[in-house]
């Protein structure tokens, strides 16, 4: 009897066994077809971006993505590839960042970063020129007040999809009427005094450059917005040959930009906190770390 049971209780294991193997292997079997599915690759914006560069600190950073490549393309070309992917409902992991109004438009969530090598929560700075504040002090004074939240931003670049920026200002402008006064308010007017914002080619900073060009022509200048690359930006601004930024993010997607130049720039502070970089995938994705992409 004692037999039977014994035979019994080691036919019962055996089954367990089996049935634990076969979930271990169909895990892993899932994970490499996600792989697969994904070519091992993870869709990036445009290289240089500071992004781009914390995205490859990652790659190195995890051993299970050793094999993995950071395909680099644009924005706009990531923004095509994830749009097709939620289409129909394919994984897809990407380098993205907020504010961005692809969370806005798409259920969309950030993967865990145990290590942190895709950085921490940052600020957008406001960084001027030396000297600005005696040439142009009605500018610096907007300048050194403008403030305003994710939600704020993201407004202006969710109406960027449907019409110009420079019309989203507008509407921003027309309906944030307090929050503008507060940037403004016992400001001097000025008559046609030239001046340029420098800023990155992204919606973000498009969105933020756009409406402070507006409320800065609203105090008299005439303003002009030029996209350039971080180095860039950064480089014109402590040479003087740009007036202002409202563009950097800092400590840690333009932090070395700002160490190069830190002696020759002057830094206004936060316009924005609360911004963000990260490895981004669909909602739909059943995985919710760095660490559950599968190695090659």
């Known amino acids: 009897m004692i037999k039977k049971r014994i035979i019994g209780i ?33 869709t990036g914006i445009e290289p240089g971006a500071g992004a781009m560069g914390l995205a490859e600190d990652t ?27 939620i289409d129909n409902e394919e994984p897809i992991v990407i380098v993205g960042w907020n504010p961005h109004w692809m969370f806005a438009s ?9 290590k942190g090598t895709m950085g921490r ?98 105090q008299g200048f005439e303003v002009t917005v030029t996209p350039v690359d971080p180095a860039v930006l950064f480089q014109s601004i402590a040479q003087g040959e740009g007036d202002a930024s409202v563009a950097p993010w800092l400590p840690v997607t333009h932090g070395p930009f700002f160490e190069q130049y830190k002696d020759d720039i002057i830094d206004l502070g936060t316009n924005l906190t609360g911004a963000k970089n990260g490895i981004v995938v669909p909602s739909y994705m059943d995985i919710d770390s760095i660490e559950d992409l599968p190695a090659k």
């Not at 790659?59 to 706009?76: K, P, Q, R």
């Not at 798409?106 to 145990?114: A, G, H, I, Q, V």
Request: proline share 2%.
């Open 10 to 42: 080691i036919s019962v294991l055996s089954f367990v066994f089996v049935l634990t193997g076969c979930g271990s292997s169909e895990s892993n079997s899932e994970a490499a077809n996600l792989g697969d599915e994904l070519d091992y690759t993870i």
């Open 59 to 85: 790659i190195a950073g995890y051993e299970n993505l050793n094999d993995w490549e950071l395909f680099e393309s644009s924005t706009a070309g990531m923004l095509t590839e994830l749009g097709a992917a």
């Open 106 to 114: 798409y259920d969309l969530k950030y993967l865990e970063d145990p």
């Open 121 to 218: 929560d940052e600020g957008i700075h406001t960084i001027v020129r030396t000297g600005l504040e005696e040439d142009f002090p009605e500018a610096y004074e907007v300048l050194d007040r403008f403030n305003w939240e994710i939600e704020d931003m993201e407004a202006v670049m969710n109406d960027a999809q449907d019409m110009e920026f420079a019309e989203a200002a507008t509407k921003w402008i027309d309906t944030n009427q307090d929050k503008v006064k507060e940037w403004t308010e016992g400001v001097d007017m000025v008559q046609g005094k030239e001046f340029e914002l420098v800023a990155t080619p992204w919606d973000s900073e498009l969105a933020s450059g756009e409406v402070i060009k507006q409320v800065l022509e609203q």
